[in-house]
């Protein structure tokens, strides 16, 4: 299913009835199962989350409404079986046309907040390529992300790392930038997305294939045009 920029992909713990109101769906959580649940025709449904975004970012998360399926699928996504494709709109000059970023990152808590930082040993891998560019003022791209690992908040500090932060990310970016593009377009949102998710999987004795696309956004687009 596809998820919007500013949506959970699941209510924080002992969160309002306010922040469960920004949740993917709008039903009871189980935090041990890692699924929604709800009522329908008085029979309990389930949706298990297989992955999970920020919330910041918009596109494509996997889930399922069978367990055993749930359960293969977080393992793919585990061993980094299962291929995805993120677009995202940086600032700032890239150096190479296409290749591949791999860092030490370490996630922290500071001030009671999730920050990732530069490590010691490399741990996050990420193939990217450009796919437009618009000069000017801003210098932006249009670029491909391919994450081998899924590390928190790893193509936003990889981005960071090489002085090409994304579009209205407020916890990595470039602030004077973000402003400049809220000011000229009023976007309001990190200009990241998951755009594709292929995977293969056996189900019931069945072998299935899931290709599944996300267009980018349209006021994404438009800070290309």
Not at 102 to 113: A, E, R, T
Request: proline residues 3%; charged residues 30%; glycine residues 6%.
């Amino acid at each position: 299913m596809e998820k919007a920029s500013n949506v959970l992909s699941h209510p924080n713990p002992n969160a309002s009835n306010t922040g469960r109101e920004r949740a993917l769906l709008k039903a009871q959580f189980c935090f041990e199962e890692e699924c929604y649940h709800w009522l329908e025709n008085g029979q309990k449904r389930k949706f298990y989350l297989c992955h999970r975004l920020d919330s910041a970012t918009s596109g494509l998360i996997v889930g399922s409404i069978e367990k055993n399926n749930s359960s293969e699928l977080k393992k793919m996504f585990r061993e980094h079986k299962i291929k995805k494709k993120y677009l995202a709109v940086t600032s700032g000059f890239l150096q190479f046309d296409k290749g591949v970023w791999k860092d030490s990152l370490v996630k922290k808590k500071i001030k009671g907040k999730i920050r990732v930082q530069r490590g010691k040993e490399v741990n996050s891998i990420t193939k990217f390529k450009r796919i437009r560019n618009q000069s000017g003022g801003l210098n932006l791209n249009l670029i491909e992300l391919y994450p081998i690992t899924g590390k928190t908040h790893q193509l936003r500090v990889q981005c960071m790392l090489r002085k090409v932060p994304i579009v209205g990310d407020k916890t990595y970016g470039d602030f004077a930038v973000n402003q400049r593009v809220q000011k000229a377009t009023k976007l309001k949102r990190l200009c990241l997305h998951s755009a594709k998710i292929e995977f293969t999987i056996q189900s019931k004795g069945e072998e299935i294939t899931v290709n599944v696309e996300s267009p980018l956004p349209r006021p994404i687009g438009r800070l290309l045009i």
